[in-house]
């Protein structure tokens, strides 16, 4: 756990700064913390779904937060908003004009 913290930190920096090449060094490391049933991984799977998201569109990120919410996830309470808006459908694109 303490490492999938370490990571989602310098892998959140890196999306703040529009870092791809960070995010594509961290993302697979990152998603290799999540093993089955841990406690208090939401910022990290927060994280990881944000980089899935700019990395492998909204589809891959979507799997990986229901996996997460569905097999890791531990706590009872509900998730994190931030965290279940890729429970639903995406949001549509921007107007460009």
Same mark, same amino acid.
């Given at each position: 756990? @303490?490492?999938?913290? #370490?990571?989602? #930190?310098?892998?959140?920096?890196?999306?703040? +700064?529009?870092?791809?090449?960070? #995010? $594509?060094?961290?993302?697979?490391?990152?998603?290799?913390?999540?093993? @089955?049933?841990?406690?208090?991984?939401?910022? @990290?799977?927060?994280? $990881? $779904?944000?980089?899935? +998201?700019?990395?492998?569109?909204?589809?891959?990120?979507?799997?990986?937060? =229901? =996996?997460?919410?569905? +097999?890791? =996830?531990?706590?009872?309470?509900? &998730?994190?908003? +931030?965290?279940?808006?890729?429970?639903?459908? &995406? &949001? &549509?694109?921007?107007?460009?004009?």
């Amino acid at each position: 756990m @303490p490492r999938a913290r #370490i990571l989602a #930190i310098y892998a959140h920096i890196a999306l703040l +700064e529009n870092d791809d090449t960070t #995010i $594509a060094a961290l993302l697979p490391r990152l998603l290799e913390c999540f093993v @089955p049933r841990m406690v208090f991984m939401e910022h @990290p799977a927060y994280v $990881a $779904a944000m980089c899935l +998201e700019r990395t492998a569109g909204w589809d891959a990120a979507a799997a990986f937060v =229901r =996996r997460f919410v569905d +097999e890791i =996830r531990q706590e009872r309470w509900t &998730p994190r908003p +931030e965290l279940t808006r890729y429970l639903s459908p &995406p &949001p &549509p694109a921007a107007d460009p004009r």
